[in-house]
């Protein structure tokens, strides 16, 4: 039983490029939520989807945006890329409703030059 | 902004000691939540305790909430090298929604 899937693993882009990262949650699990980690902090929410529509926003621009597929993967795009973009970036996945844990992906490692 | 504090922000022990984790946070909750992250990685798993339920114990693993306080405290017991790591508190709110929320972290070092 896969869980929770993320591409790449290591990403390197320069200010004012645009990235795409990837998620595939694990099976059985419907919803998806991005969380951005810098350095020596703990993971802050970016966004969650359910049933292809964004459902909850944290506190990130509209150049943080996102997608979900009708097979529950996700994917996050930030355009216009800052320095202090640079971080992991996670995603969780977790069944609606179920008051269950979220599952975390090993994350993609974005450096921006 | 963060809602959960651990606390301390890092921890040094020998292998075998016990090593105690606190975390708090400021609002009412649903679930409390603790992880593992080691080096980077990403979050594993350790143990959820529900807003009714005081303690739980997770081989070992032992949790502990009191919510008229808005803390939890996290104890491993004999630790051991493969638990160095960053561990953090995640709480979701009263209406069991997530987001999970996460405290900055207490960063464990168990030297063998």
């Known amino acids: 039983d896969a869980g929770v899937t993320q591409s790449p693993t290591h990403l390197i882009k320069t200010r004012g490029q645009q990235v795409t990262l990837r998620c595939s949650p694990k099976?059985?699990?419907?919803?998806v939520s991005w969380y951005q980690q810098a350095l020596g902090q703990g993971p802050q929410f970016i966004f969650q989807?359910?049933?292809?529509?964004?459902?909850q926003r944290g506190n990130f621009p509209d150049r943080f945006s996102g997608h979900q597929f009708p097979n529950y993967s996700s994917e996050l795009n930030v355009n216009a890329l800052l320095l202090g973009d640079s971080a992991l970036y996670l995603c969780a996945s977790s069944r609606r409703g179920s008051n269950q844990p979220q599952h975390f992906g090993d994350g993609t490692r974005l450096s921006i030059l | 902004s963060q809602q959960g504090e651990e606390d301390p922000q890092a921890l040094s022990i020998q292998e075998g000691e016990n090593a105690t984790m606190n975390c708090s946070y400021k609002t009412s909750i649903n679930n409390l939540q603790w992880y593992r992250q080691n080096s980077g990685r990403g979050l594993v798993h350790l143990i959820l305790?529900?807003?009714?339920?005081r303690e739980k114990h997770s081989g070992r693993l032992r949790v502990t909430l009191d919510t008229s306080k808005k803390s939890s405290s996290l104890l491993i017991t004999a630790s051991r090298a493969a638990d160095t790591a960053s561990y953090f508190c995640a709480t979701d709110d009263y209406s069991g929604n997530t987001p999970l929320v996460f405290g900055k972290g207490t960063r464990l070092s168990v030297i063998a």
């Open positions: 099976s059985g699990h419907d919803t």
């Open positions: 989807y359910y049933e292809e529509e964004e459902r």
């Open positions: 305790i529900r807003s009714n339920e």
